[in-house]
């Protein structure tokens, strides 16, 4: 297995202040720079962004991006609302010709708006647009959209530890030829949260927690190399707030031991960082 191959470098808190467990806020444009440098070095070739990420894209467009292939997502606001004035705005923003995929941020929009599906064929034919894609959410969405045959070139889906709702769904379109790209390997940091910290909302995971505190600065390579055995996985998004989590995150996965058995089915809403409590 190629480790290096199946990294793609999320890029939220290059534009936000995210995650749970976030503890440098916001990343500056000067670690921005020297996260993409270390990035090409280590052959890291996916950075996924979206026009949702406040200023990820301009942040982005300040680099050189010649050497990565950029992954946007967009939303579709209104029928009138065209695709081409989000992706000619991602594309300014973040200062390159083209994008490798774009992809639907709300999955439901393409059943909402048929047409803008075509549009971004057009798009793909004019080689603004390598891959059209669909990021879900939850699994009623992928339901909804493959009953009406939509095939898309790319997903992106959730999956980690504790995650696998989309794994019979991934297995299955990777076979079509789809490619799988999935995000929150840490489920945005709660996994290496303090149980105590938390709120009586996280009282089911708690004990995972607690257990999973005994690999300490293990835990991230470990979570990482779960996810990236699986062969039907192409991609494992996972963004840093400083240079030194994505060298430290790189080296520790080399080295990880694997991650105890563990039987136990979660609630949603702990598995889904939108409906926790703000």
Not at 117 to 130: A, Q
Not at 176 to 181: R, V
Request: net charge positive; aromatic share 12%.
């Amino acid at each position: 297995m190629s480790v290096i191959y199946k990294i793609g470098l999320g890029t939220v808190q290059f534009g936000l202040p995210y995650g749970i467990n976030n503890k440098h806020g916001q990343t500056t444009e000067n670690e921005v720079a020297l996260i993409l440098k270390y990035a090409k070095e280590v052959g890291i070739e996916i950075l996924d962004t979206a026009s949702a990420y406040g200023i990820s894209e301009n942040v982005l467009g300040k680099n050189n991006l010649e050497k990565f292939k950029i992954v946007s997502k967009f939303f579709v606001k209104n029928k009138e609302n065209s695709s081409v004035i989000d992706i000619n705005k991602s594309l300014k923003a973040l200062n390159v010709n083209s994008l490798y995929g774009y992809l639907f941020h709300k999955p439901l929009d393409v059943l909402n708006y048929p047409e803008k599906w075509d549009e971004l064929n057009s798009f793909k034919e004019k080689g603004f647009i390598k891959k059209i894609g669909i990021s879900f959410n939850e699994i009623k969405e992928i339901d909804s959209v493959f009953s009406r045959g939509y095939l898309p070139d790319i997903i992106q889906v959730p999956f980690n530890y504790l995650d696998d709702r989309f794994q019979s769904y991934m297995i299955y379109l990777k076979e079509k030829g789809c490619e799988i790209h999935t995000r929150s390997p840490f489920l945005q940091g709660l996994l290496f949260t303090e149980p105590k910290s938390l709120s009586s909302f996280f009282g089911e995971i708690k004990p995972i927690l607690i257990q999973l505190q005994q690999f300490r600065g293990e835990l991230p390579g470990m979570l990482l190399k779960y996810c990236m055995e699986k062969p039907f996985i192409d991609k494992v998004i996972f963004g840093v707030e400083t240079l030194a989590q994505l060298q430290k995150n790189v080296q520790n996965i080399y080295n990880a031991k694997n991650l105890p058995a563990i039987k136990k089915e979660l609630d949603e809403n702990i598995l889904i960082p939108s409906k926790w409590p703000k």
